[in-house]
């Protein structure tokens, strides 16, 4: 028997908060205090398969009902401790990181922000360009070394003008978030790249009406999203997690 958990809060809810609040396939949430803090979990037998959506849905819809009551480190789907004692180990080794991030955490949520990116890097280059590209031979290796210096000359270009947009988004919500992160993906051809900001439950509709501001204003092609439970922003004290508790345990 393993514990799937959903996330760490500070100290034990009051009874009756959460009523028989289930989670995945359908078990109990319970709630393990020890060292000042308590584990939201589910008993149940270890499955190493790849997660049907609907158990990622209820695993998800759990962490937000947690996160709507009180303050919660959240956990992604995966977590996994063996029994009781691994769930007391965590508890005991990880206090006062947990504490500390609880701290942090308290009172704000995460916002995120994608915008979607032309690709400049992937401008065609002139048929002729091609061929010089694919023969490289020594008649044509000036020209083949002017067509790379352009080529990076557009990445250069291509970096800059990512960092201006980041740092003007970064500046338009200045004052309404205490921390932020930023990463660009590549998906179905499409760059995105994405805020994550973590902001005071008190600032949404500032933020929001912010962002409606610049959409006004500007015409980037971006999406609003959120409040949602901080899970971008306990990384850097939870760490890799597969160290101790996500890596599947024979029960």
């Not at 078990?27 to 609907?54: D, N, Q, R």
């Not at 015409?219 to 160290?243: C, H, M, Q």
């Amino acid at each position: 028997m393993v514990y799937l958990i959903y996330g760490i809060l500070k100290g034990p809810p009051l009874p009756g908060t959460y009523g028989d609040l289930t989670g995945v396939r359908g078990k109990p949430v319970i709630f393990i205090e020890a060292h000042a803090l308590c584990a939201a979990v589910s008993a149940m037998e270890l499955e190493e398969v790849a997660p049907p959506v609907v158990e990622l849905l209820a695993y998800a819809q759990v962490v937000e009902t947690i996160h709507r009551r009180q303050t919660v480190v959240p956990m992604r789907y995966g977590c996994f401790l063996n029994g009781l004692p691994g769930v007391l180990d965590v508890l005991k080794e990880r206090q006062l990181q947990y504490e500390t991030l609880l701290a942090e955490l308290d009172g704000h949520v995460e916002m995120g922000i994608r915008i979607f990116l032309q690709r400049k890097e992937d401008e065609k280059i002139p048929a002729e360009g091609t061929t010089l590209l694919n023969e490289k031979s020594a008649t044509n290796g000036r020209a083949y070394l002017a067509l790379r210096k352009v080529h990076y000359l557009m990445q250069e270009e291509t970096s800059q003008d990512r960092q201006a947009l980041i740092d003007r988004y970064l500046q338009e919500f200045s004052g309404l978030y205490a921390r932020h992160s930023t990463e660009t993906e590549t998906k179905n051809g499409a760059v995105i790249l994405s805020f994550y900001f973590l902001i005071p439950k008190s600032a949404v509709n500032r933020f929001r009406e912010t962002f409606g501001d610049m959409m006004a204003m500007g015409n980037d092609e971006a999406r609003l999203s959120g409040p949602w439970p901080p899970y971008n922003f306990v990384t850097d004290y939870i760490g890799k997690l597969g160290d101790t508790i996500s890596k599947p345990l024979s029960s």
